[in-house]
């Protein structure tokens, strides 16, 4: 029998029908008393909040019941400080129901003109296979799994990862590779920082044929940092001197020209310097890979490796090294391990979240990869497998040599003289540039058009006969047909030039296994069926905010006005994306209170490296560029130190007190101390602890008194929206974590988009970009963060379309039930674990908060881990794990999760906190036990050899609600994550023959 009580009456749920009857009538009663007249007789026609939203309307009042609150809004205005309580609804349109989104999402894409774009610049379409597009891109199996941070339920995408790492290591020669960085720029100017860690030199050298936007995001990066950059003629670089800590070559140039760099590796070499090549993994199934003309470091983009263009992303960018520089290489790296069994495993290695235990003193802030991306390419490679890929490569090489031979007849110069797929040209006499833009117009094309009068022309996979005659009429040329009949157009191939790859690729079984439909779909459903996603249970992680990702809110992204549209094409054949952009820039501001809106950097921590630059270019052009203190609270998020310290500042830690609020004493006095030099304090709301902090206003005060600025990490808007804003309550510049708050689903570690809020002040020192210019005048901005203008754009009607369904009472519902589900648990839970922060006054916690494990290794050698391990034979996926405090976990529900949800989750860690008495008693060994074995796989249980000293029933089914119907099987056992740094292997192991 189960009851619960309301303020004035006892009901049993149980006994029959009619008491259950009474129950639900009593509930629906109170509800309807609350209730708008207007709205019960008339109800919207928009139902996606109570979609998006998990608790129904009568479990809502039962939680309330349980934390003793009437309403959601008594409960809301306890827990957020009332001086900063926004006390209106947002300002926002009318919520629309699903189909009408559809149809007004289509409408502003359709605005879009596909035009086909040869603009190249790392660029290019592609065709993405419907089976990986249906089975990944658009399968939330795929998209809504969490960072492998708990390998043993992601054996799946690890092993993906993997592939792709392979993909990389093998096409670029290099030994290692990790499992993708943002984009092509951002991956240069990991690279070329690498360098001056390597050999503490402070100057580079970047080849002017590089892509423009990977020199404009290396520049930026370097400048902050101060370190010396020069850009020219690659031949021009003095590397005798030894003063270059690395060089940076792009191959194919920018202009599409193939050059021989073995003397220019070779001289680097001798003299200490790092060579760092930008280059093609398309191209160099063609060409001889750059390990093995002395590359140290190799960076680009897979994007066209089956991932679509999406106006400038999301695209997985790679980055491979030699095993030399492996432990300095940022980013995600997946390595073999093994696991209690012995049997072969996967992990995330070495350096995975070095950021949060080095703070300032980290290598990098990387903390969103491109995962779900990089899963694309990796399948796009064992769908084609090496021949494959080989062919679309010869099939894209010859058709540009037909193209050049047909440009060549007709008297245009081209001026490439080694290839792949880009031609850089200067037209004769008879045709001006005006006439090929208007004749290419008039064929729907866009070319790349240089200042100087020449043009650039970058082929792909999707041309045919028909395209390439179009490009020769624009020209003037003769037919393709014509072409063909009368000249040898491979006499210039790379296949008879000394760049012709003789190496083999892509030579593991796996590229090589799955080329039949049938195969193919069952490997990615066999790899899919290995990870706990969104689609098996909740997954409770504290500060990532894993709520839904509505099928509505991801169809757009497959809408080909929204995929196949080039980053750099002109913005008046994007007028789809710039209203949506408009719009959504208009929807953020009034949520959070800022004035501008950046959309270009493409992850969280991105966004916070944007708006410190931005921070100090306010400060440079008001003559106080001497302003470079950041204050961080030690409980920050990891990324924060090392963002700062990239932004060329220096951090000043502040103390926390033990109810895990701001030390006020400790920060008047640092800011006294630092006045002078202050620049900003970065700050974590509602508190990393999990708390809203009373002091958050008199925080921002304080700080602008000493003549700093507030950056507000938006990783916990969740709390906030609807509630409460930060540019109200004194923030200058906050990031938001689209991923997060704004529904982009996570893909398995990415992607991510972290666009940045700011007021009005700030707004001209935004980023900006030197193809397209994301602002009106960009004269002030401090420079560039991303090598697309709009960073992930395709992405972005995900969090367009949230807002438009949910609209301003919709959203505010969702923020405070995501605070009801937080303290509904952390209630639940008291009697079993102690919840280490909550309000001294109101004894509330905010949308997540933090149990503390920590006196369990004294009681009974139970850590954190152990929980976290045991709660996957439950069917979960662990909370936070030994962050923001070690030995604790840090669980945030989601207002999407329901209330059986949440009920399941705590009844499985009432069950844990159940077997860890038994080992407290003395009635279980304290080394062998359920929580120390865990997780339990079905080979373990199943085997004829059982020696534990409990039942493979505990191991396998601790609950009744686990059932052999629904139940989630770890594939591998417990990982042992040092011996796979002892034994680092990064790329696919070999397989060995059936003993």
Known sequence: MQHFTTKSTKIFIGQGPKSLHKSVFLMQTRFLATTPVGEVLFPSKSDFPSRHIGPRKTDVVAMLDTLGYKSLAELTGRAVPKRIQLNRDLNLDKPLNEHELIRRIRDIAKKNQIWRSYIGMGYHNCHVPHTILRNIFENPGWTTQYTPYQPEIAQGRLESLLNYQTLVSELTGLDVANASLLDEGTAAAEAMCLCTRHNKRKKIYLSNKAHPQTLSVVQTRAEALELEIEIGPIENANLASREFSGILLQYPDTYGDVKDFENIADLARKNGTLV??????????????????????????????????????????????????????????????????????????????????????????????????????????????????????????????????????????????????????????????????????????????????????????????????????????????????????????????????????????????????????????????????????????????????????????SFRHFTDIHPFAPVEQAQGYHHMFKELEKDLCEITGYERISFQPNSGAQGEYAGLRAIRSYHEHRNEGHRNICLIPISAHGTNPASAQMAGMKVEPIRILSDGSIDMSHLRDKAAEHERELSCLMITYPSTMGVFEETVADICDLIHRHGGQVYLDGANMNAQVGLCRPGDYGSDVSHLNLHKTFCIPHGGGGPGMGPIGVKAHLAPYLPGHPVISPLDNQDNSFGVVSAAPFGSSAILPISWSYIKLMGSRGLKRATQVAILNANYMSKRLENHYKTLYKDEKSGLVAHEFILDIRDLKKSANIEAVDIAKRLMDYGFHAPTMSWPVAGTLMIEPTESEDKDELDRFCEAMISIRAEIAEIEAGRMDNKVNPLKMSPHTQAQVISDKWNRPYTREVAAFPALFVKPESKIWPTVGRIDDAYGDKHLVCTCPPILPDL
């Not at 996979?461 to 393709?480: Q, Y």
Request: proline letters at 4%; aromatic letters at 6%.
């Open 276 to 557: 760092v090549v930008a280059t093609d993994l398309l191209a160099l199934t063609l060409l001889r890979p750059p390990a093995e003309f002395g590359a140290d470091i190799a960076i680009g983009t897979s994007q066209r490796l089956g991932v679509p263009l999406g106006y400038g992303g999301p695209h997985a960018g790679f980055f491979a090294c030699k095993q030399s520089l492996v432990r300095l290489m940022p980013g995600r790296m997946i390595g073999v391990t093994r696991d209690m069994d012995g049997h072969d495993a996967y992990r995330l290695a070495l350096q995975t979240r070095e950021q949060h235990i080095r703070r300032d003193k980290a290598t990098s802030n990387i903390c969103t990869a491109q995962a779900l991306l990089a899963n694309m390419s990796a399948m796009y490679a064992i769908y084609h497998g090496p021949e494959g890929l080989k062919a679309i490569a010869n099939r894209i090489h010859h058709f540009t040599l037909t193209l050049q031979t047909g440009l060549r007849e007709a008297g245009h110069h081209v001026k490439n003289k080694n290839f792949f797929d880009t031609l850089h040209i200067t037209p004769n006499e008879d045709l001006t540039i005006d006439e090929i833009k208007s004749r290419a117009a008039q064929k729907h094309i866009n070319f790349r058009y240089f200042t100087d009068g020449t043009v650039g022309i970058a082929l792909d996979e999707t041309v045919g006969p028909n395209d390439v005659n179009d490009l020769l009429w624009v020209f003037k040329c003769k037919s393709l047909d014509d072409i063909l009949s009368g000249h040898d157009i491979l006499s210039n191939s790379i296949e008879k030039s000394k760049f012709l790859r003789t190496s083999p690729f892509l030579t593991h079984p796996i590229f090589s296994s799955h080329h039949s439909e049938s195969r193919m779909v069952r490997y990615m459903k066999k790899l899919e069926n290995k990870d706990i996603s969104l689609v098996h249970s909740m997954i409770p992680l504290g500060s990532c905010t894993m709520k839904l990702n509505s099928t509505t809110e991801m169809m757009p992204c």
